[in-house]
Structure formats: structure tokens, C-alpha cells
């Protein structure tokens, strides 16, 4: 699992949170102009997203602090750490191109230029007629060749996997599509990117809601062994 910092996951769901001590709580210590870049990114956030909800029910800005803390884990730059704090902006039509060039510089400009072209993929998975496992395949492809930076998808996957820590908000029918989603292309994308630590944790999200009552009978089966596995661990020590 990308392990975001328990208390900063705590945090990050409290309006009193400053970006001072968000950026305390990453793994990363960055320089000062990045700091300033970041602080910037946080201000420009927080007043684009207002309260706004997502349909889970997660603040816009909380689930953007979520997006730009499991990169920070993943130990991405600060640059895109700045677009990941905005990256639901430009489909809430509260984003202006020539403004964050402005701001962020051409960099982070690009970043969420390149994401807003990946929204094109969500309305391509759905399309019938094609077996879904060369629609998968050709729409992994299609990502890949999209992203004319390759920051732009670690951003899509980070975000994908947020959204599936939060799925069990969503009603019944789409939590399936959404997992389906998921295990037909952002786990294997990642996969193949070799980003494990999103590969894995992405699959089994996919899995518990996908087949729910296989899931639940592995994990009571895991369970029962636990104890007779830490108690061979001991013994090999």
C-alpha cells in the first residue's frame, strides 16, 4: 500500500489544516522555492475548489490533497505535486491557461493540460463492439501515447487510487463499473510502468468490489492463518 502518514490522513480531512504543516508531514524535504511553488499550488486550490463535493462525498480539495500526498510518497517533484493539487480545476471550469503559465510556469501548465486530455479516455472504455480485453489493451496504449509526459499518468493513477480508497461511498452500480474500470486499465497500466506499490493496492480494491464475497472468503481465510504465520516468522528469527 503507498502508506500516506496516519496523522497527516487525519489531518488531511480537518479545514484547519495549513499547507505549512502539510508539507511538514511529506517524506520529501524540498527546497524553498519549491516550498513557495507548493504554497502557492495550496492557495490556488483551496479558493478554485471551494466546498465543492465530489459524488463520494469528499471535498474536492481534501481529495486533492489526497492525489498530491500519495506522490509525494512516491517521491514525485515538486511540480507535480503542484499539479496534482489542481488537477480537478479545469473540469470545473475554474482553471485559466495563460494565468497558471502566469503562476507555475509553463511545466505545471503542461501537466494539467495533458491531464485534461486523458478525460477522453473515460468516454473511450465504454465504447462497445471492441472484446474488452483489446479495448483495455488499445486504451493502455492510447494513455501511454497521450501522455506526452509520463508525470501525467502517475497523476491519473494516484487520482484512480483515491478514488477507489473512497468507492464505498458511491452507489452499488457504480462502485462495479468503477472497479471494473480500474482492474481492466489502471492496474495493469501501472503494472507495466512497474509502480507496484499503486499495481497492488489498486488490484485489490478492484477485487473487493468487483467479486465482494470471494474477497471477504480469502480475507477470513487469511485471517485464521495469521496468527500461525507470525508465530512461524518467530520461530525463523
Not at 63 to 71: G, K, P, Q, R, Y
Not at 72 to 97: C, F, G, S, V
Not at 214 to 221: D, E, F, P, Q, V
Request: glycine share 4%; proline share 4%; charged share 35%.
Amino acid at each position: 500500500m503507498v502508506s500516506v502518514n496516519a496523522e497527516l490522513s487525519e489531518l488531511i480531512q480537518d479545514d484547519r489544516l495549513e499547507c505549512a504543516d502539510w508539507l511538514a508531514r511529506l517524506p520529501m524535504a524540498y527546497s524553498e522555492a519549491d516550498r513557495e511553488l507548493l504554497t502557492t499550488a495550496w492557495d490556488t486550490a483551496r479558493r478554485g475548489y471551494g466546498d465543492e463535493r465530489r459524488p463520494s462525498g469528499e471535498r474536492y480539495f481534501t481529495h486533492a490533497l489526497s492525489v498530491a500526498s500519495i506522490l509525494a510518497e512516491l517521491r514525485l517533484d515538486a511540480h507535480t505535486i503542484a499539479a496534482a493539487l489542481q488537477h480537478d480545476l479545469p473540469a470545473l471550469k475554474r482553471y485559466d491557461h495563460e494565468a497558471c503559465v502566469r503562476a507555475f510556469g509553463a511545466d505545471v501548465a503542461g501537466l494539467l493540460q495533458g491531464l485534461a486530455r486523458m478525460e477522453v479516455i473515460r468516454e473511450l472504455h465504454e465504447r462497445p463492439g471492441t472484446p474488452p480485453e483489446q479495448q483495455a489493451e488499445a486504451l493502455r496504449k492510447m494513455i501511454l501515447a497521450m501522455a506526452r509526459d509520463i508525470r501525467v499518468v502517475f497523476i491519473t493513477l494516484a487520482e484512480r487510487l483515491d478514488d477507489m480508497r473512497t468507492l464505498k461511498n458511491r452507489p452499488e452500480e457504480e462502485q462495479r463499473r468503477i472497479a471494473r474500470e480500474t482492474q481492466d486499465l489502471y492496474a495493469p497500466l501501472a503494472n507495466r510502468l512497474g509502480i507496484w506499490q499503486l499495481k497492488w493496492e489498486l488490484e485489490d480494491l478492484s477485487f473487493r468490489y468487483c467479486e465482494p464475497e470471494t474477497y471477504k472468503r480469502i480475507a477470513r481465510l487469511l485471517a485464521e492463518r495469521r496468527v500461525d504465520r507470525e508465530n512461524y516468522i518467530a520461530d525463523v528469527k
